[in-house]
């Protein structure tokens, strides 16, 4: 595990280059020094990546005016398959801008963050009520615990309500069975989707792949779910068009403001819905770890919170301006733990990178995970310090967790504001430990997930340590 060396030029590429490729499953053909390399062919396709800001840079002024990822087949596939339109994550071309266009404004401009505050604010306070139960429920003032199923129910609960207005129960003692099929699901899908990057979904499909058959099945499972929701809020909508004053959510935003068609909204909502759940729910529980053993930090971030919260006099909106820290750790956690490990983009003209000619129409993927772990961006990368993101050093093409440009996170927003609420709600009421000095890797299952489960003992704060 020493990392690699150039074939060319004998340079020594970074392990966490090499660690990175391999948690993608990915055999390494290196032709460049350790900033650049050209992959052999990988299942279908083939790219130029890089890890350095300034070839970032470059790379995201080459994107053209229709920014184009590379495409997840398994899930144009089931698209195709079923006959359902793609929304804006599967989208390209002008038809994908102009959908971005309308879901832009309901969506990630900062204007309609005071809208979704509310309803997040409320989702985190429900948090810490039931953790609160499950700590009483143990009889010995403290939880120890896996909190990913729990984190699960929150990210699927916040996200459902910023887009239906609506809450689904989650968080209750008894979940509606219909709302646990679809986490479910979500996690079936990502795990379906993994092996289907290395082998074409059109063959499995044609073999009756047993992949292809969970694949289908869970995709199944994410839109019926969504269509009872999306379904419920039209019925209501057409009953009572002028339903008050009340911020009614993005679905029913999009269905008044009739800019898109119903199916397109479907679509959409659908992925927003799908895409909410195992982002924030895994970065949170990154953030958690990290805070548990970092006992000072969470101290540090604690005396921030009440600070502002004292200032801001009960305004959240102006709350959530006055938690650098809060922020800091988030954007810390993504750099350690992106959910992405890569960003990609066909590049629509000439560039050059380190000296090499990259024509055209080559697809350039941008290693997240190798740059956040690489300390000639990063000084100490191994260690987790928010206030490197605080304090005035450059973060010039660094901070991209969230992609970059029109084509980043359409959920970025949302998914700010849930977790920053999350952590103040978490931090204001318990302290969190780890219990051994176990250390967490990383597993590649699209997304990036903790390799076993990550144990926190928590414990109000009141508690004596
Ligand atoms: C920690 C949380 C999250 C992270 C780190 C994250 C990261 C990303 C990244 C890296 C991309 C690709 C951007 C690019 O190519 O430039 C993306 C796209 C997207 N994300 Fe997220 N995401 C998160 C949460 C969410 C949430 C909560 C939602 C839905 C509410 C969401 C919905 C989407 C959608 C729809 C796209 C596709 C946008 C398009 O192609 O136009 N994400 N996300």
């Not at 805070?291 to 004292?310: F, G, K, N, V």
């Not at 740059?371 to 961006?377: A, E, F, L, P, V």
Request: include cysteine; charged fraction near 25%; aromatic fraction near 10%.
């Amino acid at each position: 595990e020493s990392g690699g060396s150039c074939i060319r030029c004998g340079a020594l590429v970074s392990l966490s280059w090499v660690c990175c490729l391999r948690l993608a499953g990915f055999q390494v053909l290196i032709l460049g020094v350790p900033c650049l390399f050209r992959l052999e062919k990988v299942g279908s396709y083939d790219s130029v990546n890089i890890i350095k800001p300034e070839d970032a840079a470059v790379l995201f002024k080459a994107e053209g005016h229709y920014p184009k990822r590379l495409r997840v087949e398994a899930w144009t596939s089931y698209r195709d398959y079923r006959n359902r339109k793609y929304g804006v994550l599967l989208k390209d071309g002008e038809d994908w801008k102009s959908n971005r266009i309308v879901l832009n404004k309901e969506v990630i401009s900062p204007k309609v963050q005071g809208n979704f505050v509310p309803l997040l604010d409320e989702v985190g306070q429900d948090f810490v009520a039931r953790v609160q139960k499950k700590i009483e429920r143990t009889g010995q003032n403290e939880w120890t615990t896996d909190l990913s199923h729990e984190l699960f129910k929150f990210a699927l609960e916040s996200v459902s309500h910023v887009l239906y207005g609506k809450r689904l129960g989650l968080l209750l003692d008894y979940i509606d069975p219909e709302a646990q099929h679809f986490i479910d699901c979500i996690t079936l899908m990502f795990k379906t989707t993994t092996p289907m990057l290395y082998l074409p979904p059109a063959l499995l499909r044609h073999t009756r792949a047993k992949v292809w058959k969970d694949h289908v099945e869970a995709w199944d499972g994410i839109f019926n779910q969504a269509d009872r929701c999306i379904q419920s809020i039209y019925r209501q909508l057409s009953k009572n068009p002028d339903a008050g004053e009340k911020y009614p959510g993005v679905l029913a935003s999009l269905l008044m403001l009739d800019k898109l068609s119903i199916e397109d909204i479907k679509a959409s909502v659908t992925e927003l819905m799908a895409g909410g759940v195992d982002t924030t729910s895994v970065s949170l529980l990154w953030t958690l770890y990290e805070l548990a053993r970092h006992p000072d930090l969470q101290e540090e971030i604690r005396a921030e919170i009440s600070a502002a919260r004292i200032a801001s006099k009960g305004d959240v909106v102006q709350m959530l301006k006055m938690v650098p820290l809060i922020k800091g750790a988030l954007k810390e956690t993504l750099r350690l733990h992106p959910v992405a490990v890569s960003l990609q983009r066909y590049i629509t003209e000439d560039i050059v990178l380190q000296n090499y000619h990259i024509p055209a129409g080559t697809l350039v993927q941008l290693g997240l995970y190798a740059m956040g772990r690489d300390h000639r961006i990063f000084p100490h990368p191994e260690q987790y310090r928010p206030s490197r993101w605080v304090r005035s050093q450059s973060h010039y093409f660094r901070n991209l967790s969230f992609g970059f440009g029109p084509r980043q996170c359409l959920g970025r927003r949302i998914a700010e504001t849930e977790m920053q609420l999350f952590l103040i709600h978490m931090l204001e009421n318990f302290r969190f430990e780890k219990q051994r000095q176990v250390e967490v890797r990383s597993t590649f299952e699209l997304i990036l997930l903790p390799e076993k489960p990550i144990m926190l003992t928590i414990k109000p704060l009141n508690a004596s340590r």
